[in-house]
């Protein structure tokens, strides 16, 4: 009965490619969020979907693009990948100002 | 503009030995506070949230406490064990109705035998 879960745990692929990470909620939150963590372990938030609408976009690139096709889903899109895109990649859910709760992370190495 | 940080950046100590860990915050105007657990390679646990309104959380050998006018919170973790090894990290909400946490760099414990 896992609450937040994402695939896949783990992504390889070369630059200029396009990719998907999924993420499914089973806990009824109203909010999902995509945080990227760099290689020096320093969480950022980069976007927030909340019933279906996006209520956060920080400063990512557009190649970045975050889809809900329902309120228990919210995939990440990342088109032309770049070196720097390598991170991992947390999907997290919520009520709205109430304890996030985060996903196992997808580790995205791009080379 | 919000900003949250983490003293110390790593703490090593033995087994059994109380500890705190400490977050600040330049903001005080927050909806709440959470800490969460990291171990290597894995995603974060949330460990404790603690409400504006509150001044303090605990679950099992953990306290945490909130001082919103002087922007803190500390981790209290009585009896440390091998297994609470790990990186611990404070996040705040930056406001409004987006839910978005700004997280400090977080501190790595090492609990030794």
């Known amino acids: 009965d896992t609450a937040v879960s994402q695939t896949p745990k783990y992504l390889v692929t070369q630059m200029g490619n396009d990719k998907s990470i999924k993420c499914e909620q089973n806990l009824g939150h109203d909010t999902m969020y995509w945080y990227k963590q760099d290689s020096k372990k320093f969480l950022k938030i980069m976007f927030s979907?909340?019933?279906?609408?996006?209520?956060i976009n920080e400063t990512v690139p557009n190649r970045f693009s975050p889809k809900s096709p329902d309120k228990a889903h919210l995939n990440l899109h990342i088109n032309s990948l770049e070196l720097g895109d390598s991170a991992v990649y947390f999907c997290?859910?919520?009520?709205?100002?109430?304890?996030?709760?985060f996903g196992p992370g997808t580790r995205l190495t791009v080379t | 503009k919000q900003e949250v940080t983490q003293i110390p950046a790593a703490l090593s100590v033995p087994e059994g030995e109380n500890l705190v860990l400490n977050c600040s915050f330049t903001?005080?105007?927050?909806?709440?506070l959470q800490w969460f657990r990291q171990d290597p390679g894995k995603g974060l646990t949330s460990l404790l949230l603690?409400?504006?309104?509150?001044r303090e959380q605990t679950s099992g050998r953990l306290n945490a406490s909130l001082d919103k006018s002087s922007g803190r919170s500390t981790l209290y973790i009585a009896a440390s064990q091998p297994g609470d090894s790990a990186t611990y990290l404070c996040a705040v909400p930056l406001g409004g109705n987006t839910g978005k946490l700004i997280f400090g760099q977080g501190t790595t414990l090492q609990v030794k035998p």
């Open positions: 997290a859910s919520s009520h709205t100002h109430y304890e996030q709760y």
């Open positions: 903001d005080s105007a927050i909806y709440n």
């Open positions: 603690i409400q504006s309104s509150q």
């Open positions: 979907y909340n019933n279906k609408e996006l209520i």
